[in-house]
């Protein structure tokens, strides 16, 4: 599985957890539709699920105006995705490529201000953890 296609199969899954409370293992499990697992699809959901409270509070930190409950479910949890990338990926997946990627998915999956808003925001955050 490529890393895009894990990325969206994790936000996905992070979407069922966030707004259902599903179990990580059977999110997972949902979005993969039987097909064959992903380590890298399991590395990003389960470690955004176990550092959640952390990456919440870091997130918390650079929105402006906004609270994390006010934030499109998309865009909350397209946030944690990448800031988990950010914070616990660094030696694997470039800063920019973890943007990028992360503004890409939110054009697909978000409203028109999601790309931008995104952006913004993990911007602010990879200046803070640089």
Known sequence: MKRRTAREKALQALFQID????????????VLEHEQGDEYLDKLVHGTVGHLQEIDAE????????????LA???????????????????????????????EIAKLYGDD??????????????????
Do not use: M
């Open 19 to 30: 707004i259902s409370k599903a179990d990580t293992a059977d999110a997972i499990e949902h």
């Open 73 to 103: 479910a998309v865009d909350r949890n397209l946030l944690r995705l990448a800031v988990y990338e950010l914070k616990f990926c660094a030696d694997e997946v470039p800063a920019n490529v973890v943007l990028d990627e992360a503004i």
């Open 113 to 130: 201000q999601s790309s931008r808003f995104i952006n913004g925001v993990l911007s602010k955050v990879k200046q803070g953890i640089s």
């Open 59 to 70: 997130i918390k930190g650079y929105l402006e105006k906004w609270s994390l409950d006010r």
